[in-house]
């Protein structure tokens, strides 16, 4: 194990002086910073498994390069990496807390572009062609397109119930997303239509946080804060299993998948790294722990692994990460413990729990063979004497001998540069020309042939290409690598001439197997001749299929043990000696369709006498035509990138190629066409069966109306008899109420004629109570009239003092006034005297500085003569003119004082003129309410008298008339008529003055 520190600064350097042996854990390299803030938090490996991109807490992007020995630093984000891609060979996609992820070229270390989400994307999810990615946040999923940075596909609604994560299903177009609810949605990647849903079958509380995909993509397993993984079958949506997890395993962080290295088949070996730091490796078929790591070495925090299975990659608890060997751990690490998982539920239909006992389920782990490994070291002529000696190659190891035989390079970024330019535009509906059952197969075999025709354009256009390349990529289905790689190197080597004169067949291909057959039958080719049977017919099937039309799998897999081992002329001679061995039922032909049929379908012919045959044809075949002469030698891929294959007529492709784009965009527009023809089909048949529905609306609606005025004459006949009937019981009962209401007038006159006697006899009663009672109020009301005059005449006095105040307040206001009026007249007049004085101050000065003026120019023509008499001239001018200065500004001073005492004085007085005129308008305030009460008293006396006067006289105040006589009520009247008019002039008085003050 090597250890390596990268310190602050350090962006480059090797990984390793020299290439360290896996340690007793399996670790091959540690990786850690010097720097106490710089801990490694995420990893993820290439497509290649060659590389891996791993971030720091500061949002460092480092780099890794195995294969290179070589890491270099990517990127500085500054922020805290949450999430973390490597789609393609030369793109890593890096997400941070903000919510942006950056994409990151690896060649330039340049950011080609930005996606963004409005909260911090939690998972990233990269498709098998990198093309896509998919990005989570808690709420939010997305569909980016990597190419264009364009948000093709978003999730929405999930705020409500919480988005866990969004993944693809490796190997096809499914995408899963995962929810907090422990639902799991399936949606295609393309249409975006719903394919299934997943839901899990118990009522617990949602515990799902991770979940992970088998590399074959047959699986779905999920964990989380249990020790229960669940488990379900995609290709028929039902839980599998569910698998229990030993007892220290709580709940489990993270779920990877692990390809190919323990089951070929079916690959479901995959890891769980719970809450203990520890990464165990388990098998769904024999529910065994395969292997673990951590535990020992330290906490795991994340983990991540090679798509070539060849390496882990974890992130330890101190901030280092480790590189370790998966065949190294498979041999040197403790083998699994003695607890294992066990499926603890198989819920096809009931979901009855299942408990196997150990000895039941204990099977044994596909072990890679020895004898693999010693395979490199057996020489090709070894090889040739095996399959003389046994016919063909050991079926166990067949896959690898053909890779040895034709010198696979697997050119792993080459290809990957090939991959990432998609599906090729010829091969995007291969499914309507070569339906398959298999799915798997079908874009296995789409994915090669897109690769040849990104590699070569000729291949675009090449007809007989997906029957020359099914065979090969059915029989390596598991590596598309080398199913490319193998069908490339078939076709440089025993497909030379093939396309020389291209689109037709390779006419010096077919003269060469037509010279063989003339000289081995020429009585076969004379009657295929007679019977117009060309060379087309007979030969050329047989070479673009690769006799796979005609064999087994099984025969088909002997028979190019034989091709891949000799001179690619071999596969002629086998051709010819075919034809041979069937020469006599070719000979019953004679019809072109049954020549056709025969060469397109099994027939009986044994192949190991083919092979026999073939191999004398090839040594005892004459030079001028042997094989040997119309091919190459054999000559394989060369390492690194693959070479140009142009051996066609360009002209003839290049003019293919344009005829067949013209033809897709006239498909196209066709389509389109099509399209809108129908679109406007559906609308006119729409628009018919709406016409047809509205008709038969307003004929129903119409026959309705019919019934329903039919209803209504009915009726109406049946009301016109009630009516007839209801006027007749009116008339009888109007009878009847006159009748009632006669007794009952008669009734009603008699009782109030009672009533009114009853009533005159009270009010006679009532008149001679209320006599009395007159009598002695009037004798009250004398009193208080009395008593009124006396009150009034001493309000009259209090009203004559009051006017007397206010005369002399108005006179004492008079004063003021003019006493103000003197002192502004003073004023103005000290004013201008101030001024009369300033004026005379200036003209003063004015005439000073004109004597200085005339002394000065004296001074001036007579400066050589008296310089002492000008000096004593200028210091007398300078003394005069300080005391004017002087003088005016005393003057100035003076007058400013006089001027702020004269304010003050202005102020004082207005002041009190202010507090004065409150004063009086709080008085008049007061002698209004005091008058106003007075006038309602007034009133209220006079409102009495008048009703006593109003009043008739009773019968007793007739005949006693002498007791008040005229002469008081004349009295009361004019005193009343006095009191009201003083009253009146009081209140105008006050108003007026009230008007005065306000106007002041």
């Not at 590389?51 to 990517?74: E, M, P």
């Not at 060997?325 to 066990?342: F, H, L, M, R």
């Not at 004679?590 to 020549?595: C, G, I, P, V």
């Not at 009726?715 to 016109?720: C, R, Y």
Request: charged content about 30%.
């Amino acid at each position: 194990m090597h250890k390596l520190q990268i310190s602050k600064g350090q962006t480059s350097g090797n990984l390793w002086s020299r290439k360290p042996t896996p340690d007793k854990f399996g670790c091959v390299l540690e990786v850690s910073r010097t720097v106490p803030s710089g801990k490694f938090t995420r990893c993820a490996f290439s497509p290649c498994g060659e590389r891996i991109a791993v971030s720091d807490q500061l949002g460092n992007i480092f780099l890794f390069d195995i294969h290179k020995n070589r890491y270099l630093h990517l990127y500085s984000g500054g922020k805290y990496c949450t999430a973390l891609s490597f789609p393609t060979l030369n793109i890593v996609v890096a997400a941070f807390t903000d919510g942006s992820a950056k994409v990151i070229d690896s060649g330039t270390q340049e950011v080609v572009g930005e996606i963004s989400e409005p909260r911090p994307i939690t998972s990233l999810s990269s498709h098998d062609a990198g093309r896509y990615i998919l990005s989570t946040s808690t709420d939010t999923g997305s569909l980016w397109d990597l190419q264009t940075m364009n948000k093709k596909r978003s999730l929405a609604g999930a705020s409500g119930i919480g988005l866990k994560e969004m993944l693809f299903v490796p190997k096809s177009n499914v995408i899963l997303t995962c929810f907090r609810d422990d639902s799991v949605f399936a949606w295609d990647c393309e249409t975006m239509e719903q394919r299934f849903t997943l839901l899990k079958q118990s009522q617990d509380q949602p515990a799902f946080t991770c979940f992970a995909a088998t590399s074959n993509g047959d699986f779905l397993v999920a964990g989380g804060r249990s020790r229960y993984l669940h488990v379900w079958r995609l290709s028929d949506q039902k839980l599998h299993h569910i698998v229990e997890l030993p007892e220290r395993v709580k709940s489990i962080r993270q779920l990877v998948s692990l390809a190919q290295i323990f089951d070929e088949e079916n690959n479901t070996i995959f890891g769980v790294l719970s809450q203990d730091g520890v990464l165990r490796f388990i098998s769904l078929n024999t529910y065994k722990i395969v292997f673990s790591v951590g535990g020992i070495a330290g906490v795991i925090e994340q983990a991540a692994v090679s798509p070539n299975s060849k390496h882990i990659a974890i992130v330890m608890d101190n901030g280092s990460w480790q590189l370790l060997s998966v065949k190294a751990i498979t041999k040197k690490v403790n083998p699994a413990p003695v607890s294992t998982v066990k499926a603890v539920a198989v819920p096809p239909q009931s979901m009855k729990l299942v408990q196997k006992s150990e000895e039941v389920r204990k099977r044994r782990c596909l072990k890679e063979p020895e004898e693999i490994g010693n395979l490199t070291k057996v020489d090709l002529k070894k090889l040739k004497k095996i399959l003389k000696g046994f016919g063909e190659y050991p079926e166990k190891y067949r896959h690898f001998i053909w890779r040895l035989l034709l010198k696979i390079p697997e050119n792993t970024e080459s290809y990957g540069v090939l991959v990432d330019k998609g599906t090729h535009t010829a091969y995007e509906k291969l499914q309507e020309s070569c339906p398959m059952k298999s799915a798997k197969l079908l874009r296995i075999l789409q994915k090669v042939l897109s690769c040849m025709s990104h590699w070569s354009s000729i291949f675009s256009i090449t007809d007989f290409l997906p029957m020359l390349a099914f065979p090969f990529s059915k029989m390596f289905q598991n590596n598309h690598l080398v199913a490319f790689e193998v069908t490339a190197t078939f076709v440089l080597n025993w497909c030379q001439g093939w396309f020389e004169f291209f689109p037709h067949p390779p006419v010096n291909v077919l003269t060469a197997v037509e010279n063989l057959l003339n000289h081995h039958d020429s009585r076969l080719l004379q009657h295929l001749s007679n019977c117009n049977v060309s060379a087309k017919v007979y030969a050329w099937p047989f070479l673009y299929t690769v006799f796979s039309e005609v064999f087994s799998t099984n025969e088909w897999m002997v028979f190019m043990d034989h091709v891949l081992s000799n001179h690619p002329g071999f596969l002629l001679c086998l051709l010819v000696v075919y034809l041979g061995l069937s020469r006599q039922a070719l000979m019953g032909c004679t019809k072109l369709k049954d020549f056709e049929y025969y060469f397109h379908n099994r027939n009986r012919v044994l192949l190991t006498r083919l092979i026999s045959n073939a191999y004398q044809l090839w040594e005892s075949c004459p030079s001028d035509i042997h094989p040997r002469n119309y091919y190459k030698p054999f000559s394989p891929l060369p390492r690194g990138d693959y070479p140009v294959f142009n051996n066609y007529p360009e002209k003839v492709v290049d003019y293919q190629l344009k005829e067949r784009e013209r033809i897709l965009k006239e498909e196209l527009e066709y389509v389109r066409e099509r399209q809108v023809g129908e679109e406007l089909r559906l609308h006119t048949d729409q628009l018919k069966q709406q016409e047809e529905v509205w008709r038969r609306e307003q004929e129903m609606l119409a026959e309705a109306e019919d019934h329903r005025r039919k209803v209504l004459l009915v009726e109406e006949n049946k009301l016109s008899e009630q009516r007839i009937r209801l006027q007749a019981m009116k008339r009888e009962l109007r009878l009847s109420e006159v009748k009632v209401l006669d007794a009952a007038r008669k009734n009603f006159m008699e009782t109030a004629e009672r009533d009114h006697h009853d009533k005159l006899k009270y009010l006679e009663q009532e008149i001679a109570r209320k006599a009395k009672l007159r009598e002695m109020e009037t004798k009250g009301a004398v009193e208080e009239v009395a008593l009124k005059e006396l009150e009034m005449e001493i309000q009259k006095g209090l009203l004559e003092q009051q006017l007397a105040r206010e005369m002399y307040v108005s006179r004492r206001k008079q004063e003021v006034l003019s006493a103000e009026q003197r002192d502004v007249e003073d004023i103005a007049r000290r004013r201008h005297d101030l001024d009369e004085s300033l004026r005379e101050d200036r003209a003063t000065l004015n005439v000073q500085n004109a004597q200085t003026d005339l002394a000065r120019s004296a001074v001036k023509n007579m400066a050589l003569k008296h310089d002492r008499d000008t000096e004593r001239a200028r210091q007398m001018n300078a003394i005069y003119t300080e005391m004017a200065l002087s003088s005016v500004r005393e003057r100035d001073t003076r007058a400013r004082t006089e001027r702020e005492q004269l304010e003050t004085v202005i102020r004082e007085a207005t002041r009190d003129m202010h507090e004065q005129i409150l004063d009086q308008r709080a008085a008049v305030e007061r002698q209004r309410q005091e008058t106003k009460a007075t006038e309602e008293r007034v009133e209220r006396l006079y409102t009495e008298i008048k009703e006593i006067r109003e009043e008739p006289p009773s019968e007793g105040d007739k005949e006693n008339n002498s007791m008040v006589p005229n002469r008081r009520r004349d009295s009361v009247d004019r005193r009343q008529a006095d009191v009201l008019q003083h009253v009146k002039e009081l209140r105008n008085k006050i108003s007026d003055e009230n008007r005065s003050l306000l106007k002041q």
